[in-house]
Nanobody, 125 residues
Framework: QVQLVESGGGLVQAGGSLKLSCVAS????????MGWFRQAPGKEREFVAT????????YYADSVKGRFTISRDNAKNTVYLQMNSLKPEDTAVYYC??????????????????WGQGTQVTVSS
């Protein structure tokens, strides 16, 4: 069992930055592919970014490419999402997720086994 807790969300003006953190307990994160997803009101949960178990491979949704950076510190059992140049359309609840299957990349919600409770990110115009 893996417990994930996100933090770092908040209210920011367009063009600003936020850094989200996701701390895991119950199992070492080094055995998991990690991902970030987001869900805006009235919309389905969508993929944002994913990182391989050793951090060597990263993949982003086109909507955030060049603005967001996913990283991980396996020694701290933590995954991060640095978000720069934020736009109002980035407003959503952001979730981190852990995938126990030994693959390099996971971009679909059904590929993930554990989810955090989410953290709200609101970008004002």
């Amino acid at each position: 069992q893996v417990q994930l807790v996100e933090s770092g969300g908040g209210l920011v003006q367009a063009g600003g930055s936020l850094k989200l953190s996701c701390v895991a307990s119950g199992r070492t994160l080094s055995s998991c592919v990690m991902g970030w997803f987001r869900q805006a009101p009235g919309k389905e949960r969508e993929f944002v970014a994913t990182i391989s178990r050793n951090g060597g491979s990263k993949y982003y949704a086109d909507s955030v490419k060049g603005r967001f950076t996913i990283s991980r510190d396996n020694a701290k059992n933590t995954v991060y999402l640095q978000m720069n140049s934020l736009k109002p359309e980035d407003t959503a609840v952001y979730y981190c997720a852990a995938d126990m299957t030994p693959r390099v990349r996971a971009t679909m919600t059904w590929e993930y086994d554990y989810w955090g409770q989410g953290t709200q990110v609101t970008v004002s115009s």
